[in-house]
């Protein structure tokens, strides 16, 4: 079991940026995957980013590619979202997750966080 609990979520104007922070606790935090997933009012939740446990492989979401960008510190169990260029499409609550597996094309994680709002004002 893994325990996560995100921070950085807030409000900001379009362009902006904003960082994104998940400490985790649990099972061994370096073993794991670990990623983000966002989900807006009335949709589904969707994938944002993930990581190896290594930091060697990343994945992205499309529409975050070349803003966002995913990192860790395995010595603070610590993962990380940087959010540029945000748009107000990208405002949702975001969601830590961890676990499961990661391919080259999706990640399915085994756990979840309880998210942290962002909105992104035009």
């Known amino acids: 079991q893994v325990h996560m609990v995100e921070s950085g979520g807030g409000l900001v104007q379009a362009g902006g940026s904003l960082r994104l922070s998940c400490a985790a606790s649990?099972?061994?935090?370096?073993?794991?995957?670990m990623g983000w997933f966002r989900q807006a009012p009335g949709e589904e939740r969707v994938f944002v980013a993930a990581?190896?446990?290594?930091?060697?492989?990343?994945l992205y979401g499309d529409s975050v590619k070349g803003r966002f960008t995913i990192s860790r510190d395995n010595t603070k169990n610590t993962l990380f979202l940087q959010m540029n260029s945000l748009k107000p499409e990208d405002t949702a609550v975001y969601y830590c997750?961890?676990?499961?597996?990661?391919?080259?094309?999706?990640?399915?994680?085994?756990?979840w966080g309880q998210g942290t709002q962002v909105t992104v004002s035009s």
């Open positions: 990581i190896s446990w290594s930091g060697a492989s990343t």
């Open positions: 997750a961890a676990g499961g597996m990661l391919t080259l094309r999706e990640y399915t994680p085994a756990y």
């Open positions: 649990g099972r061994s935090f370096s073993s794991n995957v």
